[in-house]
């Protein structure tokens, strides 16, 4: 399985807020899914090809998630994205959100390869799985 972890950057705007200032709990959830497609993307696979060309996507199946510290509005944070384990037909990630080095939220979140098709999981393509575990 690969060790590396891709950082992705995060500017919290004021739609990512609530009226206080502070990033609305389900916001964590957007910047995660953004950093996920970004930690594929650097392995040169692209989810809208994978949807248009295999008919496949990664759909999120169980999520665990521990806010510790709030995000502020105009904020600059970063997303690191590790692979923790890889299945058939599944990933398991670690998320980290943090500023300045502080955590600020950690999460674990299963996704699952999905044929869009059918509405079942499929495995995962071996050239994806190739590419993760190099």
């Not at 739609?15 to 609305?24: H, I, L, M, P, R």
């Not at 993307?41 to 060309?53: G, I, K, P, V």
């Amino acid at each position: 399985m690969t060790s590396t972890s891709v950082i992705y950057p995060v500017r919290v705007y004021y739609e990512d807020t609530d009226a206080g200032g502070v990033v609305y709990h389900a916001r964590y959830l957007h910047f995660f899914e953004r950093a996920r497609t970004e930690f594929l993307r650097a392995l040169s696979f692209s989810q809208q090809e994978l949807l248009n060309e295999q008919r496949l996507a990664f759909v999120v199946k169980n999520i665990n998630i521990d806010y510790i510290l709030p995000a502020k509005l105009d904020e600059y944070l970063l997303v690191e994205t590790k692979l923790l384990d890889i299945r058939n037909a599944s990933l398991l990630f670690e998320q980290v959100l943090m500023r300045d080095k502080k955590i600020l939220c950690k999460a674990t979140i299963k996704v699952a390869c999905v044929d869009l098709g059918k509405m079942k999981p499929v495995g995962i393509p071996e050239a994806i799985k190739t590419a993760l575990v190099s």
